[in-house]
């Protein structure tokens, strides 16, 4: 079986004047499809960037990645874009919507970049609102909205385009913890009853908890693997 995800030997460095940042040193792993994985580590471990390679908005210094069985750190900055369209789904702390346009046409922006059609792609994102537990809140603007409601938007947003892969960016880091089990708990039952490969950042061990997976990331190393026997379940 090919990987959903593989990075053999990653490194990136950062140049910053005379000084090089080593960011990522040489960091190896698998990520079977269906998996739901937690990247842990401190600040200035080096998750975040790690992330950004994942999420090809970032290229590797040096090393492989292979997305879905492509050879990522090979393309160009077009077809870096069309694969993180087509492949990836994101999730931030921050939800990133937009002020001035309702639940609804928020979650189908990346549809209206890839050029579906009006009829499908409102289909879509009302499938997607449903999904997350807001199909009542479909015409209400992001300050109509609470902040776990808002990361609700995010996630059907991150839906909408079928990806392979969703990838949450500290996507509890600023909500309350009843909150934050809300979301993880969708994250989990979107890995659990729909298969979809969930890489989770955080530096949460309670929200970590909720995966299967946690990969741990110090000065720019993976120094642990461990696979959990028994995760939260909500």
Do not use: W
């Not at 998750?47 to 090809?56: F, Q, R």
């Not at 909205?145 to 880091?173: C, F, K, M, N, Y």
């Amino acid at each position: 079986m090919i990987p959903m995800i593989a990075v053999h030997d990653l490194h990136k460095t950062y140049r910053m004047g005379d000084v090089e940042v080593h960011a990522l040193q040489g960091v190896s792993f698998e990520i079977q499809q269906g998996e739901f994985i937690a990247i842990m580590g401190p600040s200035g471990s080096g998750k975040s960037t790690l992330m950004n390679l994942i999420g090809c908005l970032d290229t590797p210094s040096a090393g492989a990645y292979q997305l879905d069985g492509i050879d990522v750190e090979k393309l160009g900055s077009a077809d870096l874009s069309l694969v993180r369209a087509r492949k990836l789904g994101f999730v931030f702390q921050q939800y990133n919507l937009l002020a001035r346009q309702s639940a609804l046409r928020n979650v189908e922006m990346p549809l209206i970049y890839r050029g579906v059609g009006r009829a499908e792609r409102h289909q879509r994102a009302t499938t997607a609102l449903g999904i997350v537990g807001m199909s009542d809140r479909v015409h209400h603007r992001p300050n109509e909205l609470s902040g776990g409601q808002q990361q609700r938007v995010a996630i059907a947003r991150a839906l909408v385009g079928s990806p392979a892969v969703i990838l949450a960016d500290e996507p509890t880091g600023a909500l309350d913890t009843k909150t934050s089990a809300e979301i993880m708990g969708i994250l989990q039952r979107l890995n659990r009853q729909q298969g979809l490969t969930v890489v989770l950042v955080t530096h949460e061990a309670d929200v970590a908890a909720y995966a299967r997976r946690v990969l741990t990331m110090r000065d720019g190393r993976l120094v642990h693997d461990e696979s959990r026997s028994q995760e939260v379940i909500q």
